[in-house]
């Protein structure tokens, strides 16, 4: 296993931290294709019901793209390999495990694109968010482009366009983060929140997830996968124990069907 991802389970959730402090954790190939490994393993582990996304340090989550290896003529990976593929899906939102971002530093470029793959983000007050693309002849091409469905649009040109960073403070004011924590505090925030979305049904859980992000990016699409989860989650075990245990006042046993 890659040491450029450090996987970790704490209870129920899958703890993955970007480890290249050396390249401030900087994106490359190899830690792509271990993400979206870390991705699939917990999609097919019944046992992980939520996963919590970090980095290594207190000052950088990730500043996007190594651009020492981009520059260098490195490709950035192939859709061919499984764990590239899984990464791609993240970035898309196709994960089916909830994905809790602890923004311990500052995410920028590509690492912005990473939180913004992740469901609910927990931020440091000392990091600092944005899309600098336009400054070095780019634009956000992983998903940043569609960062009007996550915050008001006003907001998402204004970034997109200026390429200017915004704090902690503004970013959770806009809706790009949910919480802002002292620094030293953000994985033990993030755990205790990915705690709290696990010990919930996991069929439930995502289904709610799919619903909610295909709802902003395909509303028929959103109305047909309704009635199909619909069918299958309200007629699941996991639905029977659910109303069971809350007629008997008792913390209900999820079995993942």
């Known amino acids: ?29 190899e830690l ?23 980095g290594t340090g207190d000052r950088v989550f990730c500043p996007g793209m190594d651009l020492r290896a981009f520059a260098s003529g490195t490709r950035m990976g192939s859709d061919d390999d499984p764990g590239r593929a899984a990464y791609q899906r993240l970035l898309d939102g196709g994960s089916t495990v909830p994905v809790v971002g602890a923004a311990n530093g500052s995410a920028l470029g590509g690492g912005m694109e990473l939180l913004l793959a992740c469901d609910v983000v927990v931020a440091s007050e000392a990091a600092t968010f944005g899309f600098p693309e336009v400054k070095r002849g780019l634009f956000p091409a992983g998903g940043g482009a569609a960062l009007g469905t996550r915050i008001p649009l006003a907001h998402a040109l204004e970034l997109v366009l ?7 403070a503004r970013a959770r004011e806009i809706g790009l983060v949910n919480t802002v924590v002292e620094p ?17 049904a996991p ?22 996968r309704q009635r199909e989860l619909q069918r299958s989650v309200f007629a699941s075990e996991d639905a029977k124990e659910g109303a069971m245990a809350f007629m008997e006042k008792r913390a209900p046993v999820w079995r993942g069907c």
């Open 203 to 224: 069929m439930g859980l995502a289904a709610a997830k799919e619903l909610v992000r295909t709802t902003l990016t395909d509303p028929v699409r959103a109305t047909a």
């Open 162 to 168: 200026t390429g200017d960073a915004v704090d902690a």
């Open 1 to 29: 296993m890659s040491d450029v991802l450090i996987r970790k389970r704490s209870g129920n959730v899958l703890v993955a931290r970007l480890n290249r402090p050396e390249a401030r954790n900087a994106l490359t190939p």
């Open 184 to 200: 030293g505090h953000v994985l033990t925030a993030a755990l205790e929140l990915a705690g709290r979305i696990a010990a919930n």
């Open 32 to 54: 792509m294709g271990a993400m979206g490994e870390a991705l699939l393993e917990a999609e097919t582990d019944p046992d992980i019901r939520a996963v919590v996304l970090t």
